[in-house]
């Protein structure tokens, strides 16, 4: 069959996704092919005439890119790509000049993300509906699709796989370590968290002052970072209490597959959740790691734990960490989803 994954080629847009690069570098192992469309404005070119370029690129580039691909059974799209105007245009040149199943796969759902309603959700939406197949985060997220009248078929991902070039961490040594990554700016909670085990945080945008047990190590690339994940466990958490997830990131923790959840278990390091979290059943059910309603829980839970408990969870991560690095989840999805289509 010819498979194909379209990647908008947005310097603006699409700069260093990491979740995306490692989607299309799995899939094109499987034998997909890249089909890369052009939208070529300087990084740093913000101008109305920049904007104006891009229309007009967008409007000539996408149908007649599209046109080259006319033999295609299946089109892989990756959503969103923060950009209406594109998206709008890349769809319908896919249902016009080729009779090729599209397959969407979902990296974020704004609807859900940024409490968006209304027209936007409503159009959001249709461009899910547009789709022959969706590939969703986990089921959490698929029942809120369905609840929202999508109709297309949806295939559950489950994980998000992550390339990750640096050696496995198979230390089994239990020192109650915890790291955090990500965007420090939006991790409100950290400067009021007071751990009594040691917490190494990695990411840009640090706060002035943490607590005593808190340190900041700087911010690296994501293909680097792992090497220098030693710890005994990686927080998966959000908001701006450290009492519950609240607010906007805290909400789609509800649905959403985080992708440091992939950087932590690819890297050997077992998980530390909240509870409500919809990869908490995942995290808890394959015993890489466990799961809390606050973070003050945390203590009580790394001293009631022995050396043995963590290496089998230890053991458990590695055996994950090796699918995550293979590709295995967007594999197995989209095994499943090419099967049904062609059932149906």
Excluded at 110 to 129: A, C, L, V
Excluded at 252 to 276: A, D, F, M, Q, R
Excluded at 288 to 300: M, P, R
Aim: proline share 5%.
């Amino acid at each position: 069959m010819n498979n194909y994954l379209v990647n908008i080629d947005d310097p603006v847009l699409n700069g260093g996704q990491k979740a995306k690069n490692d989607i299309t570098r799995f899939l094109t192992e499987d034998g997909f092919k890249e089909l890369n469309i052009p939208i070529v404005i300087h990084p740093e070119d913000k101008s109305l005439e920049a904007q104006i370029r891009k229309f007009k690129d967008g409007l000539i580039t996408i149908p007649k890119a599209i046109k080259k691909i006319k033999d295609a059974d299946n089109i892989i799209f990756q959503y969103p790509i923060y950009s209406t105007f594109i998206m709008n245009k890349l769809i319908p040149a896919i249902k016009k000049n080729t009779h090729a199943n599209l397959i969407i796969v979902i990296h974020d759902v704004e609807s859900i993300r940024m409490f968006q309603d209304g027209g936007y959700q409503q159009d959001e939406m249709n461009i899910m509906n547009a789709a022959d197949l969706i590939i969703s985060h986990n089921q959490f997220m698929t029942n809120w699709l369905n609840q929202q009248h999508v109709d297309a078929k949806i295939v559950n991902l489950n994980l998000f796989d992550y390339y990750n070039p640096q050696q496995l961490n198979t230390n089994n040594s239990f020192d109650k370590s915890v790291v955090f990554a990500g965007n420090l700016a939006k991790s409100e909670f950290l400067p009021k968290f007071n751990p009594d085990f040691p917490l190494t945080l990695f990411g840009p945008n640090p706060a002035e002052q943490y607590q005593p047990n808190v340190n900041y190590q700087g911010s690296l690339d994501p293909d680097e970072l792992p090497a220098h994940l030693t710890q005994n466990f990686g927080l998966v958490w959000d908001g701006t209490s450290t009492t519950t997830c609240d607010g906007t990131y805290g909400h789609y923790l509800k649905y959403n597959n985080p992708h440091k959840t992939s950087l932590y278990l690819s890297s050997g390091l077992p998980v530390i959740i909240w509870k409500e979290a919809a990869l908490a059943q995942f995290i808890t059910e394959n015993n890489v790691g466990f799961a809390v309603a606050s973070l003050d829980e945390i203590n009580d839970r790394l001293d009631q734990m022995t050396a043995k408990d963590y290496q089998t969870m230890k053991q458990n991560t590695i055996a994950v960490a090796e699918k995550l690095r293979s590709g295995y989840f967007i594999k197995t999805a989209m095994h499943t989803a090419l099967k049904e289509l062609k059932e149906n």
